[in-house]
């Protein structure tokens, strides 16, 4: 059965502080992972990630996937209190649906 | 831009009632999706739609049913409404299989009592 495990549940920080969100998968024939951030409503895009070792950036954000070892991580750099959200994974199947985590939920306090 | 449209935002049912959660997307896009979001969790695949007039089951379709019968519409139906179907639902649309176009709606929350 496929899998996405994110790791932790939830998290808790204070402004400034740097994070590593991590995704492990077993999923086989995956197009692409992807990461996404929810705050109240729909999960908005941030990354996807296809070939192994390559870093995708944004601003404070990066991420990378490591094929070989199952496994993905989302980094936040300099957190501010925008950034307290759910932060899911999801693997790309190849019927274009997502097989996606519980989420971590990081909250930033001030 | 509308991209994904969903509505009703919000809905009470009682037990035993049946209702149509609408999905509209202006995109073109060929794959369609419903998903449902229960608290701590990930989002669950219910039904998919590759293009009009094929849908396909995903991970928990039991109690639900859909239907493609245009490119932008992919209305999902809740017959016989339970406590368990409790949750936020969510419509999203893509133009090439499981790639960054995934484009989701606002949701719908729906509480059956």
């Known amino acids: 059965e496929d899998k996405v495990v994110q790791s932790p549940l939830s998290l808790v920080v204070h402004e400034g502080d740097t994070v590593t969100l991590n995704c492990s998968y077993e999923v086989t024939n995956f197009r692409s992972l992807l990461w996404y951030k929810q705050e109240k409503k729909a999960p908005t895009f941030l990354f996807m990630l296809t070939s192994s070792g390559i870093e995708k950036k944004s601003g404070r954000l990066s991420s990378i996937l490591d094929k070989k070892e199952l496994f993905s991580i989302l980094n936040i750099t300099a957190t501010q209190t925008g950034d307290s959200a759910v932060y899911l994974c999801a693997l790309g199947g190849s019927q274009g649906n997502l097989i996606f985590g519980k989420g971590t939920k990081l909250s930033v306090k001030p | 831009n509308a991209g994904v449209t969903q509505t009703p935002k919000f809905r009470i049912l009682k037990i035993g009632q049946s209702m149509t959660l609408q999905c509209t997307q202006d995109m073109n896009h060929n794959y369609m999706y419903w998903y449902r979001q229960d608290p701590g969790m990930g989002l669950k695949l219910i039904y998919y739609?590759?293009?009009?007039?094929?849908?396909d089951k995903g991970e928990v379709p039991n109690g639900y049913n859909v239907s493609r019968s245009t490119t932008e519409d992919f209305p999902l139906r809740l017959e016989l409404a339970a406590p368990s179907q409790t949750s936020v639902y969510f419509c999203?649309?893509?133009?090439?299989?499981?790639?960054?176009?995934?484009?989701f709606g606002s949701g719908t929350r729906l509480t059956v009592v």
């Open positions: 999203a649309s893509s133009l090439v299989a499981g790639q960054s176009g995934y484009t």
């Open positions: 739609s590759v293009g009009a007039g094929i849908t």
